[in-house]
């Protein structure tokens, strides 16, 4: 007996035509992917024009900032938790590079999974027992965490206490180190350099194409979901806890990551460079730029970065012109120089169709000329007893 199969249920077709994908130079995806190239190509175009250790020094500190500017992006940025105590994790990557390198004798290269257990134990510890507060009150206890670190630090030996460590080495590669240099067709690439391509090429590189793939992805939307709304992406089936608590450890990574750049790049770190003073900083960085917008964390990290840099010829008076520029940036962009639905105005957009006007329905037991004005349902049986009385007379 030959067995009929059932018809397949098919879901109706949409009522709009979905709008096809823009295409070209002018889109605003590849337009900002080929600005973001362009921008990539001039920073390691740059050594050849000046080469000068001033200015190699500055660049190489902003893009450490740029890197642990998108660590914080994802806390802040993504998940909505509001850290001011994230210098810490970049305070646990330094001195655990630092301390490995200095009396251990490991390469920098070697301490990097030393670095990322210490950050993702750092970031269970601290987040693990907090990340069910919200708001103001997640706030004081990163603030209380930050503070923590670098009491600690401040005082065991280990750490070298108040004067910290010193002649931290730079990275070495099998036997080979930047302190060795690099000559390629007759052009000497000094230690400085090196570091700088390296903080380039690896740091900003990995950082920026991660944290954006991570942005765009199932993590990131339920990142966006619980910092919208904690309850409703709840309910949707989106556990609030684990995915803060992710979105916590991937940060603390990113942090102690950017902490071993900048005890390579500096040789010699204290307690002194992680108080709170450069959290704020850092946090200035992603509101400033636009929380959850890698652009503008980019661009909100090189200004906090390098305006007071470029203000120094005012002296005394840089921070105080740095306090105003933040504040006139803050009233002409309140959500961010570059927020994250910000696109240019030359470039090309989707078109969306609008709704096509629905047709008239009528209603059963109304006449077509009904004018909707209040009927009386007694009128008609009033009408009909006036009647009958004037045929009576």
């Given at each position: 007996?030959a067995?009929?199969?059932?018809?397949?249920?098919?879901?109706?077709?949409?009522?709009?035509?979905?709008?096809?994908?823009?295409?070209?130079?002018?889109?605003?995806?590849?337009?900002?992917?080929?600005?973001?190239?362009?921008?990539?190509?001039?920073?390691?175009?740059?050594?050849?024009?000046?080469?000068?250790?001033?200015?190699?020094?500055?660049?190489?500190?902003?893009?450490?900032?740029?890197?642990?500017?998108?660590?914080?992006?994802?806390?802040?940025?993504?998940?909505?938790?509001?850290?001011?105590?994230?210098?810490?994790?970049m305070?646990?990557?330094?001195?655990?590079?630092?301390?490995?390198?200095?009396?251990f004798g490991?390469?920098?290269?070697?301490?990097?999974?030393?670095?990322?257990?210490?950050?993702?134990?750092?970031?269970?510890?601290?987040?693990?027992?907090?990340?069910?507060?919200?708001?103001?009150?997640?706030?004081i206890?990163?603030?209380?965490?930050?503070?923590?670190?670098?009491?600690?630090?401040?005082?065991?030996?280990?750490?070298g206490?108040?004067?910290?460590?010193?002649g931290?080495?730079?990275?070495?590669?099998?036997?080979?180190?930047?302190?060795?240099?690099?000559?390629?067709?007759?052009?000497?690439?000094?230690?400085?350099?090196?570091?700088?391509?390296?903080?380039?090429?690896?740091?900003?590189?990995?950082?920026?194409?991660?944290?954006s793939?991570?942005?765009?992805g199932?993590?990131?939307?339920?990142?966006?979901s619980?910092?919208?709304?904690?309850?409703?992406?709840?309910?949707?089936?989106?556990?609030?806890?684990?995915?803060?608590?992710a979105?916590?450890?991937?940060?603390?990574?990113?942090?102690?990551?950017?902490?071993?750049?900048?005890?390579?790049?500096?040789?010699?770190?204290?307690?002194?460079?992680?108080?709170?003073?450069?959290?704020?900083?850092?946090?200035?960085?992603?509101?400033?730029?636009?929380?959850?917008?890698?652009?503008?964390?980019?661009?909100?990290?090189?200004?906090?970065?390098?305006?007071?840099?470029?203000?120094?010829?005012?002296?005394?008076?840089?921070?105080?012109?740095?306090?105003?520029?933040?504040?006139?940036?803050?009233?002409?962009?309140?959500?961010?120089?570059?927020?994250?639905?910000?696109?240019?105005?030359?470039?090309?957009?989707?078109?969306?169709?609008?709704?096509?006007?629905?047709?008239?329905?009528?209603?059963?037991?109304?006449?077509?000329?009904?004018?909707?004005?209040?009927?009386?349902?007694?009128?008609?049986?009033?009408?009909?007893?006036?009647?009958?009385?004037?045929?009576?007379?």
């Amino acid at each position: 007996m030959a067995r009929v199969q059932a018809p397949r249920l098919q879901a109706p077709k949409p009522f709009l035509e979905r709008p096809a994908p823009v295409s070209g130079l002018l889109a605003p995806d590849r337009f900002m992917k080929l600005v973001g190239l362009v921008l990539f190509v001039a920073a390691a175009v740059l050594p050849f024009i000046t080469a000068t250790p001033y200015i190699i020094s500055i660049l190489t500190s902003a893009m450490i900032y740029i890197v642990l500017a998108m660590g914080l992006n994802v806390v802040v940025g993504y998940a909505g938790l509001l850290d001011l105590g994230y210098i810490a994790f970049m305070a646990v990557g330094a001195y655990t590079s630092g301390v490995l390198t200095t009396q251990f004798g490991l390469s920098m290269l070697e301490t990097i999974p030393f670095v990322v257990l210490a950050c993702i134990i750092a970031g269970v510890v601290i987040g693990g027992p907090t990340l069910r507060l919200r708001s103001d009150y997640l706030a004081i206890v990163t603030l209380g965490f930050g503070e923590i670190i670098r009491i600690t630090a401040n005082n065991l030996k280990i750490t070298g206490g108040p004067s910290g460590i010193h002649g931290i080495p730079t990275w070495r590669f099998f036997g080979w180190s930047f302190a060795d240099g690099l000559d390629i067709g007759g052009v000497h690439f000094s230690s400085k350099i090196l570091l700088y391509y390296f903080v380039l090429f690896v740091g900003i590189g990995l950082a920026v194409v991660a944290v954006s793939r991570l942005g765009k992805g199932k993590l990131g939307r339920a990142w966006k979901s619980v910092r919208d709304d904690e309850d409703v992406s709840e309910a949707m089936g989106i556990n609030g806890y684990t995915t803060k608590l992710a979105a916590y450890i991937i940060g603390a990574v990113w942090g102690g990551f950017a902490g071993t750049l900048m005890a390579s790049h500096l040789s010699a770190i204290s307690p002194n460079s992680f108080e709170f003073l450069y959290s704020a900083l850092v946090l200035m960085a992603v509101v400033l730029g636009g929380m959850g917008s890698t652009p503008g964390v980019i661009i909100g990290a090189l200004f906090v970065s390098l305006a007071p840099e470029f203000l120094r010829e005012f002296s005394e008076w840089r921070f105080l012109l740095f306090g105003v520029l933040l504040v006139v940036a803050m009233i002409f962009r309140p959500k961010g120089i570059w927020p994250a639905n910000a696109v240019l105005p030359f470039l090309k957009k989707r078109e969306i169709p609008e709704i096509p006007p629905t047709a008239a329905v009528s209603v059963v037991g109304v006449d077509a000329d009904y004018d909707g004005d209040t009927v009386d349902p007694a009128a008609p049986s009033a009408q009909a007893d006036q009647n009958e009385e004037e045929g009576k007379r």
